[in-house]
């Protein structure tokens, strides 16, 4: 694999938190100031279409309530982006508008678009979501967790850039607590983990690890980019497995999120993935940690 400077991922289109996340503000902001990759999120519609949100429901996040999936895309439209707990100017965007933006802007490389699925998907609906992102193929690359919509996408599409973010599956907390989402247990081996071979202890950390990232890479084998939790490399590291050479070794992008530059520990674990070979870097603010990396890319 070739390697080239790190990347910094202006996650949730927050670039020095000036506008809510997920905002066509924030993301015309970023695209403005030539962000080479920028993240948002992505959650189906009741009607087919895609509100550029990140949680299932809207409560916590817009000045809507209930779950998003029960909402038309001009319901969705209607609504505003909380800010600092206010409503904000910034009314809730659909996937059309933020590839419009895109389109306008030629010098961004790629608009990451987070696929947060509430529940299974219907393969007509992804049929719909790999016909809408055709024009800017080349431009754009579904992430998710979820496997499975992965699998359906790249049969409707193999061309259609994918990245895979493992953690339903394997997750490194910094203390035992009743997660609100999968894994829900502790595993073995110090590690939230469903799996059988983290039941019992078998073998060394390293040896695990190794073997769960062979399950978890027979789940996505098509995905060009995997998305790692910072706090899971790093245990990993500390426990003998490197999962960037591993990737690598594949020929893997990896990215890992999210590193923020407030904090110390974040700018220090950053340096050492970038030694390591880490390809992307997910932040809520790229130039403050560009400057803290001494990285011009971003």
């Known amino acids: 694999m070739t390697r080239t400077p790190v990347l910094l991922i202006h996650h949730g289109a927050n670039r020095g938190r000036l506008y809510p996340q997920n905002s066509l503000g924030g993301l015309r902001h970023c695209l403005r100031a030539g962000a080479r990759v920028v993240e948002v999120d992505i959650t189906p519609t009741a009607d087919g279409a895609f509100a550029v949100l990140h949680d299932y429901l809207l409560d916590h996040t ?11 895309a001009e319901e969705l439209r209607g609504l505003c982006l909380l800010w600092h707990g206010q409503a904000s100017s910034e009314r809730v965007a659909l996937l059309e508008d ?16 987070d696929l947060k699925p509430d529940e299974p998907l219907p393969t007509p609906l992804l049929g719909r979501l790999a016909d809408t992102l055709s024009p800017l193929r080349e431009r754009v690359r579904i992430t998710t967790g979820a496997d499975w919509a992965l699998g359906r996408l790249h049969a409707l599409d193999p061309h259609l850039p994918l990245g895979f973010d493992p953690g339903w599956y394997l997750d490194a907390r910094p203390e035992p607590y009743e997660p609100p989402e999968p894994p829900f247990h502790l595993g073995a081996y110090g590690y939230y983990d469903e799996h059988p071979l983290a039941r019992h202890v078998w073998g060394t950390p390293a040896e695990y690890l190794e073997a769960r990232a062979e399950c978890l890479w027979r789940q996505a084998p098509y995905a060009g980019v995997w998305y790692l939790h910072g706090r899971l490399v790093e245990r990993s590291l500390d426990d003998g497995f490197d999962w960037i050479a591993w990737l ?22 950053a340096r050492r993935l970038v030694d390591l070979g880490a390809d992307r ?18």
């Not at 419009?100 to 608009?111: G, N, R």
């Not at 790229?286 to 990396?293: E, G, N, V, Y």
Request: hydrophobic content about 45%; proline content about 4%.
């Open 98 to 113: 933020a590839l419009a933006l895109l389109a306008e802007q030629p010098a961004t490389a790629e608009l990451q678009l």
């Open 62 to 72: 817009t000045t809507g309530s209930g779950r998003v999936a029960a909402h038309t």
């Open 281 to 298: 870097l997910t932040t809520n603010d790229a130039p403050a940690l560009a400057q803290a990396l001494g990285c011009a890319v971003y």
């Open 248 to 269: 690598h070794a594949r020929d893997v992008e990896v990215d890992v999120w999210t590193l923020d530059p407030e904090h110390a520990d974040h700018v220090e674990g």
